[in-house]
């Protein structure tokens, strides 16, 4: 695992090790957490306009009302 240095706030670094604890973890756990979540997200762009690309065919032929839009 590579090691990395990060900058902030003292206050708000305090803030994040007091939140830790109570959640049962630590700074460097979350971190880890939130930078696979970061990540993801370029992965959800991807999927997202790759599905929207495949159902490009789909054409309704006309605009729905508004009563059609809200039926469930």
Known sequence: MKNITLSAD????????????????????????????????????AAYDALMK????VRIGRKFTRDEMNER
């Open 54 to 57: 495949e159902l490009s065919y």
């Open 10 to 45: 003292e206050a708000l670094i305090q803030h994040a090790r007091d939140r830790a604890a109570r959640d049962g973890s630590t700074i460097n756990t979350e971190f880890r957490k939130w930078l696979v979540e970061y990540t993801k997200g370029e992965d959800r762009v």
